[in-house]
């Protein structure tokens, strides 16, 4: 099996960064997609950005784009979200996921293994 755990999760002003880690355990054997989601309250879990095993492919939902950069150390089995100019909307729960093989998706569905989540506030 394979656990994911999410951390950097805060409160910031708007206009500040965080950094959101996750690091994965366990039989991380095989090669991996890794995925950032996030699920404000009253909401759907929406696709925020997506990177391939080799870290060449990297995929962005258009609210996040410019804002936010995702990246791995598949060394440490972890990923990264390094989110900047943030705003009130980024507010939500921040889930990290990882998809078996096959090629980057924006699916919900098409993850295999899902954190717990870490909450990020955005205040005005």
């Known amino acids: 099996q394979v656990h994911l755990v999410e951390s950097g999760g805060g409160l910031v002003q708007a206009g500040g960064s965080l950094r959101l880690s996750c690091a994965a355990s366990?039989?991380?054997?095989?090669?991996?997609?890794m995925g950032w989601f996030r699920q404000a309250p009253g909401k759907e879990r929406e696709f925020a950005a997506v990177i391939s095993w080799s870290g060449g492919s990297t995929y962005y939902a258009d609210s996040v784009k410019g804002r936010f950069t995702i990246s791995r150390d598949n060394a440490k089995n972890t990923v990264y979200l390094q989110m900047n100019s943030l705003k009130s909307e980024d507010t939500a729960v921040y889930y990290c996921a990882l998809r078996w093989g096959g090629l980057p998706t924006r699916e919900v569905a098409g993850y295999d293994v899902w954190g717990q989540g870490t909450q990020v506030t955005v205040s005005d």
């Open positions: 366990g039989r991380t054997f095989r090669s991996y997609t």
